[in-house]
C-alpha cells in the first residue's frame, strides 16, 4: 500500500509562498504521473497540478508549480502569491486523469489569511 507523508503546511498572509513536500513509498515512482490536490472545507477535492513519471510540469493559474525528484521518491508543490482561496488541506497522490489513487495521505493544512 502506498503511502504520502505531505508537508510545508501553515498559515500565511496573501500574497506569501509556500513550498509543499511529499514523501512517497511507492514503488516505481519513476513510472507514475503525480499530483498535489487540495480540498476546502464544504468542497469536492480537486487537482491542482500534474507532473508526468518524465518530468514534465504544469502549472495552475501561473502561480503554482510542481516538480518531482524520482531518486529520492519527492513531489514539491511551490505556491506564490497565495491568496485566502487557496486556503485547503493539500494531498499528493497519482495523477488520477492518468492512473488510479492510491490511498491519500493526512494532507498538510494551508492557511491564507491576514
Known amino acids: 500500500q502506498a503511502q504520502f507523508v505531505e508537508s510545508g503546511g501553515g498559515l500565511v498572509q496573501p500574497g506569501e509562498s509556500l513550498r509543499l513536500s511529499c514523501a512517497t513509498s511507492?514503488?516505481?515512482?519513476?513510472?507514475?504521473?503525480m499530483a498535489w490536490y487540495r480540498q476546502a472545507p464544504g468542497k469536492q477535492r480537486e487537482l491542482v497540478a500534474g507532473i508526468r513519471a518524465d518530468d514534465s510540469m504544469r502549472t495552475v493559474q501561473g502561480r503554482f508549480t510542481i516538480s518531482r525528484n524520482n531518486a529520492k521518491k519527492m513531489v514539491y508543490l511551490q505556491m506564490n502569491s497565495l491568496k485566502p482561496e487557496d486556503s485547503a488541506v493539500y494531498y499528493c497522490?497519482?495523477?488520477?486523469?492518468?492512473?488510479?489513487?492510491?490511498?491519500w495521505g493526512q494532507g498538510t493544512q494551508v492557511t491564507v489569511s491576514l
Open positions: 511507492i514503488q516505481r515512482f519513476d513510472y507514475y504521473a
Open positions: 497522490n497519482t495523477d488520477h486523469r492518468v492512473v488510479v489513487n492510491f490511498a
